[in-house]
């Protein structure tokens, strides 16, 4: 059954540095989204990405995020200069339909 | 906007013993409901959806949910539960199809053997 694959399962980093997640959506989805789950919260919406631009942002996702689809197979979210409280869980997700999430990226900024 | 409400943060039961798991949901438009379970270290995973049409959904491993328009429910059942059950539970609305997921905080269900 195809589904959706996250790398790096775990990434530190120091803050201020930047980081790049990974995500391969299933491959006949057109629909991509991040989500977050800081520990012990509920999981947040920050982005939705259809037809190679953003279709929905929440007020999380600022300046220092951005998402791109490089190629025909990858999905990406850049944090710019990471803070503290940018740690967290995150999730990619796509859909033609209901959504389908992959395993998790656990960022850990120290 | 829309919202989700599980009340539930932990909810203890016997193995074997039946379960229910609330959810309630608030929005000005008709919505797509949908149960996700956290199994631990894991992802989200896809346990049920309400999109139309028949308003009791059941899943492959027996647990069911029934839609609620008039009381804006979206309760999660099983009728007898195992230690394998063990997770967290998310409800989750969106307002169309392909559009963004808002869940609630999630319900831990621990399996007491």
């Known amino acids: 059954e195809p589904e959706v694959t996250q790398t790096p399962s775990h990434q530190v980093t120091q803050m201020g540095q930047e980081v790049i997640l990974r995500c391969v959506p299933i491959?006949?989805?057109?629909?991509f989204y991040w989500y977050r789950q800081i520990l012990g919260q509920k999981v947040e919406f920050l982005v939705s990405?259809?037809?190679?631009?953003?279709?929905?942002k929440s007020e999380i996702f600022d300046d220092q995020f951005s998402v791109e689809r490089p190629d025909g197979s990858n999905f990406t979210l850049k944090i710019r200069s990471t803070k503290l409280e940018d740690s967290a869980m995150y999730f990619c997700a796509s859909s033609q339909g209901p959504q389908y999430f992959g395993p998790g990226t656990r960022l850990t900024v120290l | 906007a829309q919202s989700v409400t599980q009340l539930d943060s932990q909810v203890p039961v016997f193995e074997e013993a039946p379960v229910e798991l609330r959810c309630n949901y608030s929005s000005s438009v008709s919505v797509y409901l949908f149960w996700y379970v956290q199994y631990p270290n894991q992802g989200l995973q896809l346990l049920l959806k309400?999109?139309?049409?028949?308003?009791l959904v059941e899943s492959i491993n027996g647990f069911e949910a029934e839609f609620n328009k008039s009381q804006t429910s979206f309760h999660l059942r099983k009728p007898s539960v195992h230690i394998s059950d063990t997770a967290e539970y998310f409800c989750?609305?969106?307002?169309?199809?392909?559009?963004?997921?808002?869940f609630g905080t999630g319900t831990r269900l621990t399996i007491i053997p």
């Open positions: 309400y999109l139309s049409g028949s308003t």
């Open positions: 989750a609305v969106s307002n169309f199809g392909n559009e963004k997921l808002t």
């Open positions: 990405f259809y037809n190679n631009e953003i279709s929905e």
């Open positions: 491959s006949n989805h057109l629909y």
